[in-house]
């Protein structure tokens, strides 16, 4: 498949990067590279490859709701002012 720098463009203009012209050119190969490895891996047969779960949610300790009150009561120290409920915090920007 081959990718335009039109296509790298319109890319950049989606995730709202500023690209150079240099930038494209190197997004351009690289992109291209990986379509080409995509199609090879789209080309293997796996008709024989028996499908697989993995249970991932096996592992997991059963979510139960409990209370603790010293660690209530620290995230109120946490924070110098409340209102309506809700922390107010420091800005960040």
Not at 29 to 35: M, N, P, T, V, Y
Not at 66 to 93: G, M, N, T, Y
């Amino acid at each position: 498949m081959e990718i335009t720098k039109k296509d790298v463009e319109l890319a950049a203009k989606l995730a709202k990067m500023r690209v150079s012209e240099q930038e494209v050119s190197i997004y351009q190969a690289q992109l291209e590279a990986l379509f080409k490895w995509v199609a090879e891996l789209a080309a293997v047969n796996t008709d024989a490859v028996k499908l697989t779960n993995v249970n991932h949610c096996a592992h997991l300790r059963p979510d139960v709701a409990s209370s603790h009150p010293a660690l209530a009561e620290e995230l109120r120290r946490a924070f110098d002012e409340e209102q309506d409920q809700c922390a107010k915090v420091k800005k960040v920007l």
